[in-house]
């Protein structure tokens, strides 16, 4: 236990995003296992496959070094298309493959800050840019096309639309060159969800603006748009009849006067149907009551698919669920695809449009597996059934499907799937020292807060544990909060590193505790939208006290050295659970945390909470920065500065408060890195500090 001296100096440990070697208490060798060893497995990600062709490919990261992979039918043998061997923190983003798939493109590195920065985490001197790649699959070799993101393949292959400075432009495939100086076309607002008609000769575009939105169609030929229904209302995430004629979208409300962003807000949502030739829109679906949508337009990719079999397929969240369900494009009833009382998540269509696979965790709720059923109706037929952790799949046909799977002991990669067969993996697997013998299973742990609420988590006991041990613990807080953590390895990039410095926690002793507070996702729309959270009256801070509770009654965990850690909303509740008792919380280490609801955040007002300027009181209230005065308990920050989630100065604002309090405070400082830190040094680094941090504050 740290001493009352020890938290009456503080220490500032500026380290630079390169610095990986930290003192440690204990070094490699005198370990069952390292960090690295088990946070450097390969991680794949962005799988995607040609729309006529059997051809996938996906993005692959291993200690920092990223690249692009593909594989075919019949024997899906992985190929690299392209290679960044450096931990420069540019991330490689947007893959998709040509209809034919003869062709992969993809988006490297970030796009800007508020401030017009893209961002740079390596400092590099020249500086960072975000630009567009193309790989031919004939040759493996990729190259550069030009500055810009969010690259669009035409149905022929041979050109390629780039988004540059809120413009569009058109680029041959072959010589990278492009087909015109001038933009493809110019509109006011901001141009998003850019998509070829099928037969390559029309552009499908949605332009947002301050009140409203709107769904265009560019003809190319002759140089004209034709706006699609337009009125007062935020249409979104526009699709493309199979034959090109008709285009469906989703209709949400308008913005009223002096309405803020919110990002847990839910809405109600119809689904419109346009002719793409007269703008001509009619409504085919309407939600039933006020809180359908919300979470599906903002958290996944494709909400709104139109199939061959000529019905669109659509998330809503009307009966309290996540659920997915179908409806004909010339209207009528909405037919429920998957099942009621748990969450759908990823999907996709087959090629001839019957049938819809798709992740979700019913009768699993901390898992995820893969099931199909006919896009017309029908019972779901499981794909995969165990203890997996199994996303984002990518339907080949209705039994053949690529997707992502990981395990409590075995990180996400690629795998494959066909009838009479056993998965086969096809990404890269871990090197020979991953510990995954080492590891242990996390056990479920089901908590009830003091005001009922019903919390899941997932419980960590170090494998040597015996129950007359008084270890240490640790809570572990997810960001979001529309997050979930799981009972193996996250298919998120972030949250996967979580997991696994969880499992190195344990390995060292630690009785950890990953805990679901309110607010996340996985279990039902009321529970993300309970009453009074976040920064209108922090009930979820009730959960963390709950998971307090949890760790106190287990018989091997010592009362006195119980630490929390956390990252975004989860170092908002470290630090609240610092400064609100410290009586309970010995130490703390907080990841680029919210500390204070009631800053601005640049230009976005009400910090994307729909805060209003007569709720500031409140706001400030439920953040940590109100209990300040309590805070007793030592604290490690860990924040880049080029932060675009959680300004720096939440954290300079408190260090500098706590140090005028006298209360003991250490600072790992990231220049140049963002908030999910782009850099394997900076996860290294910042893993390694948190060992040592709580080893020196709960140990010796």
Known sequence: MPTRRMQSRFTSLFVFAAATALSLACVKGALAYDIDDVLSAPYAESLVRAQNADRIAWIETARGARSVWTAAAPDFEPQQLANFPNDDGRPLSQLSLSSDGKYAVFTRGGSKNWNGEHPNPDSDPDGATQTVWIAPISTKQARMIADGANPKLSPSGETVLIQRDGEVYEYLTRSRKLKSDDPLFTVRGAVQNIEWSPDGEKILF???RESHSLVGVFDIEARQIRWMGPSVYRDMHAVWSPDGREVAFLRRPGRLNGERPHLMTAWPFSIMVADAATGDAREVWRSPGEMAGGLAQRYFPEPLRWTATGVLVFYSEHDGFMRLYSVPAAGGDAVALTPANCEAEDTDITPDGAALIYSHNCGDVDRRRLAVVATDGGEPTALTQGDGIETSPVALSAERVAYR????????????LAPGQTPSFISSAPDADFP???LVIPQQAILQASDGVTVHGQLFAPPDLSENDKRPALLYLHGGPIRQMLLGWHYRGYYANAYAMNQYLASQGYVVL??????GIGYGRDFRLVPDHGPRGASEYKDVLAAADYLKSLSYVDDERIGLWGGSYGGLLTAQGLARNSDIFAAGVDLHGVHDWSLDFPNVPGRYWGLTPDEMELARKSSPIADIDGWRSP?????????????FWETTDLAMRLDQRGVHWEALVLPDEVHGFYRYASWLATFRATADFFDRMLKE
């Open 514 to 519: 990953a805990v679901n507070f309110r607010a």
């Open 635 to 647: 604290v490690l920050f860990i924040h880049g500065d080029d932060d675009r989630n959680v300004v």
């Open 405 to 416: 799977a990981g395990g409590a002991t075995a990180p996400t990669r690629i795998a494959y």
């Open 206 to 208: 949605v332009s947002v």
């Open 436 to 438: 995954a013998a080492e």
